[in-house]
């Protein structure tokens, strides 16, 4: 059974940067692609970046386009966020992942209803 497990969270001000880990057994990486997505306190979890190893595309929901990187090294997929904002406080999980598009807006969705215990972001002064 796949392992997922995240850290890198933390607390950072405004403007800051963080780079979280998503360490994954269980999965060959090749071939699943891996989503980051993110819940805060009363919201729904969303989907803010998928990455698709096998040929290496990746793709950003608005929130998050031009600010968040995603990348995979083996076993791991990593979300650098730089330019940090407030409403980008929320706990972050990875798992396998799909995405639409639809006039260059993406959507990212979880293959499975399978989940980390997730790694809490706070951004505030």
């Known amino acids: 059974q796949a392992q997922l497990v995240e850290s890198g969270g933390g607390l950072v001000q405004p403007g800051g940067s963080l780079r979280l880990s998503c360490a994954v057994s269980?999965?060959?990486?090749?071939?699943?692609?891996m989503g980051w997505f993110r819940q805060a306190p009363g919201k729904e979890r969303e989907g803010v970046s998928c990455?698709?190893?096998?040929?290496?595309s990746t793709y950003y929901t608005d929130p998050v386009k031009g600010r968040f990187t995603i990348s995979r090294d083996k076993n791991v997929v990593y979300l650098q966020m730089n330019a940090l904002k407030p409403e980008d406080t929320a706990r972050y999980y990875c798992?396998?992942?799909?995405?639409?598009?639809?006039?260059?807006?993406?959507?990212?969705?979880?293959?499975?209803?399978?989940w980390g215990q997730g790694t809490q972001v706070t951004v505030s002064s």
């Open positions: 269980g999965l060959t990486l090749d071939y699943t692609p």
């Open positions: 798992t396998p992942a799909h995405w639409t598009t639809r006039d260059s807006h993406v959507s990212i969705g979880p293959l499975y209803d399978y």
């Open positions: 990455i698709n190893s096998m040929d290496g």
